[in-house]
């Protein structure tokens, strides 16, 4: 069996093709232009990594969630335990780009960080206080 594959480990992009014996696994892999394809092609057949972009909810915040993403790539089959552990994860505004969520996700040496600020959420009595200084304004 022969297995296309793009390279995304530069611009470049090059096309390879990925021989596999269901018993030996990988038996030839072309196309790729220099090693860091090889090694590519190699991870995706045994252990695809991919990064996981979602987001977190936030407490107090002036919006309900933060997006993030990891630091780098996690295996693809851990996916779905990775959403799970940061679905029950909450983070306190204020939030800033770069800040990290959680870290090490689920022993793999990612870091969930943050790619967004939020700002925590205005009280009410600043919020009343901004609407009456804007109407004394608007009266002079
Ligand atoms: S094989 Fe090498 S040159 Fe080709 S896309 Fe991958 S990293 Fe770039």
Redesign the pocket.
């Known amino acids: 069996m022969v297995k296309k594959l793009v390279?995304i480990?530069?611009p470049?992009?090059?096309e390879m093709e990925v021989k596999l014996n269901g018993k030996m696994g990988v038996m030839e892999i072309k196309g790729?232009?220099?090693p860091?394809?090889y090694d590519?092609a190699m991870e995706e057949m045994i252990d695809p990594k991919r990064i996981l972009t979602t987001s977190v909810k936030v407490e107090n915040g002036d919006i309900d969630l933060v997006s993030v993403r990891t630091d780098k790539p996690i295996p693809k089959r851990l996916l779905k335990e990775a959403m799970e552990a940061i679905r029950k994860a909450k983070v306190k505004a204020p939030v800033r780009v770069g800040d990290i969520v959680l870290s090490n996700l689920l022993g793999t040496g990612a870091n969930v960080m943050a790619t967004r600020t939020v700002e925590p959420k205005k009280s009410e009595d600043f919020e009343n206080k901004n609407e009456k200084d804007l109407k004394e304004c608007k009266a002079i």
């Open positions: 390279c480990q530069c470049l992009g090059c790729n232009r220099c860091r394809g590519y």
